[in-house]
């Protein structure tokens, strides 16, 4: 059998397999498919290493202090993921594992892994930032803002974050898919990129029912909110996809 079909039968069993653990809706799982068919089936085994070295710890991470985090309903999308979270998360690392010739062979490899770092990172940060006690903030402005509101820092997420590209980094350097400084440079420079248009151009909004901002539409009660600042269509997903982007060409242009 050629890489292509082993690659689509093992997308295919991990996709299975995290809808069946709830870290993927079935939405989610089709776009995880064919994510990983194109992963596997152009980087074989390492770039397989690369995908899971950022997609199983994010979905053991997301399990963690559940119950905090669905307290916190008013910042985004909560639960499994669905297509476009898995696709502003791998779309990018999937469009760089294409072949592209030997000549950019190198920068194309580093680009794979800084992307997957980037959302690593992202991913890291979110998820064990909820978790920190003292309050955040934001990161253009250093005042204090809601956990969970995109655009805020802390301590704790701010090592995490430098974890998770670390960690996406070192497989990559295991398997000699490409570099680890260029990889974690890149993925720190995404998650980085992804607090500054969180705090910044990301859409945050209004409830007028509840009296609360927001970055949902409708709000948990169902009211339909409106742009409070930012831009309407600059939501989480497309804010995911700009960092990943952002990873990928900042470690392609180091490795080159």
């Not at 068919?37 to 963690?64: C, D, N, Q, Y």
């Not at 119950?67 to 993921?81: C, F, N, Y």
């Not at 920068?107 to 006690?133: K, P, Q, S």
Request: proline residues 4%; positive net charge; hydrophobic residues 55%.
């Amino acid at each position: 059998m050629s890489a292509f079909v082993y690659g689509a039968i093992l997308a295919a069993v991990v996709a299975a397999l995290a809808w069946r653990a709830r870290s993927l809706s079935p939405s989610g799982a089709v776009a995880a498919f064919a994510v990983g068919t194109i992963v596997f089936g152009w980087k074989g085994w390492p770039g397989a290493a690369v995908l899971f070295a950022f997609f199983i710890p994010s979905a053991m991470l997301s399990r963690v202090g559940k119950t905090r985090k669905r307290a916190m309903l008013d910042v985004g999308k909560q639960g499994a993921r669905d297509a476009w979270q898995v696709l502003a998360n791998g779309g990018v690392a999937a469009a760089c594992a294409l072949p592209y010739g030997d000549t950019y062979a190198s920068l194309f490899a580093a680009a794979f892994a800084g992307a997957f770092a980037a959302a690593a990172a992202d991913t890291w940060g979110t998820e064990i930032g909820t978790l920190v006690r003292s309050a955040p903030r934001s990161i253009l402005t250093l005042r204090p803002i809601a956990t969970g509101m995109s655009g805020g820092i802390t301590a704790g997420g701010t090592a995490a974050t430098v974890a998770g590209a670390a960690f996406v980094g070192a497989v990559a350097a295991a398997t000699h898919v490409a570099a680890f400084v260029p990889v974690v440079v890149g993925g720190v420079a995404g998650a980085l990129l992804d607090s500054v248009l969180g705090a910044s151009l990301q859409a945050l909004r209004w409830c007028p029912s509840c009296a609360v901002t927001c970055e949902t539409n409708p709000h948990r009660c169902g009211t339909p909110t409106s742009v409070r600042r930012g831009l309407g269509w600059l939501e989480n997903d497309a804010v995911n996809l700009a960092a990943t982007l952002a990873g990928a060409v900042v470690a392609g242009v180091l490795a080159r």
